[in-house]
């Protein structure tokens, strides 16, 4: 089972422009459409298109959110709620170019965040995701405190998250507390390693140099999600990058956490590391070509048509892996 940690859940809100969106201007709308929201939970409903075992851990109150978790088939454990839930709102152009306006969410005391944490080390799981921001006055520590607990129960932890949260998790990690999971993007990894974005976009080796470091400092292994360029994948015996097939993007929003599902799945089934690396792209690249928050099912998902790379390999060309097994 895949336990999903949402500190920060939303209603998400998207707007599909009918035209490129103006600055000051008056736009017309082609649909707009609410959805629960938040990483953790995004991976959750990924679990449920697939059918694969999930809960859903999250602050939230009896009510409509709740109420729609239950339509879409998503087991969840909710604790009280600080607070009222935050409203995200992404803009969708026709062209797939997405605008993201995120709200902070509620203010939490050090009582709503034991409760949430004793929530979670109460279940059982196979994967543990740490996933999305951290609420207005939660410590940036709380995800590493939380994945060392976790840790020490003999649990795999993989995180997903950014700013001073994932800063945090990289500065306490130890071969022994760190997760077995780091997914940033090439932003996200580019801030936690000193060096400028620019440095890491469009250049695999450098993206694979730089997971490399978190790896050698006690994380299992990273998978870096790069967009279009695909993603790639470090841990302890190798460095692998995949490129997705061709994708008519429509909104980008969620395709990373379809990623990550993709991997945790592919884990799941027991496949070898490119082979988790292709199941990431290939789920990330069909989040990509469906509107909104929407999460792929297996039938939108293409795997054969993802192309992984070797990136150490002993010769001075990246080779390919071939086609992963569970394609066949």
Request: charge should be negative; include cysteine; charged fraction near 20%.
């Amino acid at each position: 089972m895949i336990v999903t940690v949402t500190p920060n859940p939303s209603i998400d809100r998207t707007v599909a422009l009918a035209g490129p969106l103006v600055r000051g201007g008056v736009l017309r709308v082609a649909d707009a459409v609410d959805e629960p929201g938040g990483k953790g939970i995004n991976i959750s409903r990924a679990c449920v298109a697939a059918r694969v075992p999930t809960c859903a851990v999250l602050p939230a109150e009896e009510g409509a959110f709740l109420r729609e978790l239950e339509a879409r088939g998503v087991p969840y454990a909710a604790v009280p709620p600080a607070g009222a839930m935050r409203v995200n709102l992404t803009l969708t152009e026709p062209d797939g170019t997405t605008t993201k306006l995120n709200a902070a969410g509620a203010e939490v005391a050090a009582t709503d965040l034991a409760g949430l944490a004793a929530r979670v080390l109460d279940l059982a799981g196979d994967w543990f995701v740490l996933a999305g921001s951290l609420p207005p006055g939660a410590p940036d520590g709380w995800y590493a405190d939380l994945a060392a607990q976790l840790r020490r129960r003999g649990r795999r932890v993989a995180v997903d998250t950014s700013d001073g949260a994932l800063a945090a998790v990289v500065a306490a990690l130890t071969p022994d507390t760190g997760p077995a999971l780091l997914k940033p993007n090439a932003e996200e990894l580019a801030s936690v390693v000193g060096l400028p974005v620019a440095a890491l976009e469009d250049d695999p080796e450098r993206v694979a140099a730089a997971a490399r470091v978190l790896v050698d400092r006690g994380a299992g292994a990273v998978l870096a999600t790069l967009g279009a360029a695909g993603a790639v994948l470090v841990d302890g015996e190798g460095a692998w990058h995949a490129l997705p097939g061709p994708v008519r993007v429509v909104s980008t929003v969620g395709a990373g956490d379809s990623s990550l599902f993709g991997y945790l799945a592919a884990d799941l089934r027991g496949a070898t590391a490119p082979e988790r690396l292709a199941s990431a792209v290939a789920h990330g690249s069909a989040a990509a070509g469906l509107p909104g928050t929407t999460v792929p099912t297996p039938d939108d998902v293409r795997p054969h048509e993802v192309r992984v790379l070797r990136l150490d390999h002993p010769s001075s060309t990246p080779t390919p892996e071939g086609a992963p097994t569970w394609q066949s």
